[in-house]
């Protein structure tokens, strides 16, 4: 295998007595970013996997969002049946990240979430998201993205009679389900929680199934919960004009990808679509950007994308190889980066 990161550390949690992975996949633009997932694997090893996966995607999450930072991530790796000490995981994982010297920093994630970077920050300061939920920021985020999506199929911005299925209502999700219906848009929505469906109907979004929402008749499908869910198998199920969601990691695969571009559906690159939360808490907590500045570059996400989807059709390759090679260019070339 080979190690394009500039630093990965393993050990086992003092206190915890947990792996603790910390992979700090580029500093070119500036301290790495990354939020820190408590997960439980099979073999500390696929933690080791994560880790290194998604600080590569955080380095495009935050070139691709115009920030000067780099991608790291934090994982640590629990065994199935186990209750943690979470204050003891917590201050292992600010040890580490201490330890790095400010090349890295960390907010929530999967199994995290703001009340667990108070705890982070009683031991480092390179924590962001101390209290905070960036959930609105993501969603904002989100719905510049699904207006430039909607755009590029369409012909218009209008989301006002068009049609989402949002395959998740959490945090995030909910917030762009009220957003999506405040615009006038027709949604329909699931969960794997059934009690979420009281927030759909409050929005007065239909309600159905999982499977049912992944496969729903619509223009465009939002998925916002975990990943992995466009694989070879279900792509040939949707029945959506275009794919553009927050939830990391979609597919299964870099080769699905093309299975969706051969079936005519966009899939608009997670990696952008999902940065207005990041894009919040790190231009206002580590940079200290003005609120208009940082609400411009939350909007912008819609204009990046647009810039990916031209790109992609104009050198016939699929948004994800047009992404790929934009944030490719802005780490090398850093002054491009505003």
């Not at 990916?308 to 980066?337: C, F, H, M, N, Q």
């Amino acid at each position: 295998m080979s190690l394009e990161h500039v630093r990965v550390v393993a050990e086992r949690g003092p206190r915890s007595g947990f792996p603790v992975i910390v992979a700090v996949h580029s500093t070119a633009l500036g301290q790495a970013i990354g939020g820190c997932r408590l997960s439980v694997y099979d073999d500390w090893r696929d933690g080791l996997e994560d880790a290194l996966r998604l600080s590569a995607a955080m380095t495009a999450k935050a070139a691709l969002a115009g920030l000067p930072n780099g991608g790291g991530k934090t994982v640590v790796a629990l065994p199935a049946g186990v209750v943690p000490d979470r204050r003891a995981v917590l201050h292992d994982v600010a040890d580490m990240i201490e330890s790095l010297g400010g090349d890295y920093a960390t907010g929530p994630d999967v199994g995290t979430g703001p009340d667990d970077m108070v705890i982070i920050g009683e031991r480092t300061p390179y924590v962001f998201c101390r209290g905070y939920d960036s959930s609105p920021g993501t969603a904002a985020g989100v719905v510049a993205a699904l207006r430039a999506v909607v755009a590029d199929r369409f012909g218009s911005h209008d989301l006002a009679g068009r049609s989402f299925a949002v395959l998740g209502v959490g945090r995030v999700g909910g917030h762009v389900l009220r957003l999506l219906a405040e615009a006038g848009a027709r949604v329909v929505a699931s969960d794997v929680d059934p009690s979420r469906r009281a927030v759909a109907d409050s929005f007065g979004a239909a309600w159905t199934d999982p499977h049912g929402c992944l496969t729903a008749d619509v223009d465009v499908l939002v998925p916002a919960a975990l990943g992995g869910v466009l694989t070879p198998e279900t792509v040939p199920e949707l029945r959506c004009a275009a794919v553009a969601g927050p939830a990391n990691n979609q597919l299964d695969r870099p080769g699905t990808a093309a299975l969706l571009h051969e079936r005519g559906i966009l899939w608009a690159p997670d990696v952008v679509v999902s940065a207005g939360g990041i894009i919040h808490a790190i231009a206002t907590e580590l940079h200290r950007e003005a609120p208009d500045r940082v609400a411009a570059r939350i909007g912008g996400i819609g204009d990046t994308l647009t810039r990916i989807l031209d790109a992609a059709r104009e050198t016939s390759s699929t948004p994800a190889e047009a992404a790929a090679r934009l944030a490719g260019w802005l780490v090398d070339y850093p002054a491009k980066i505003a």
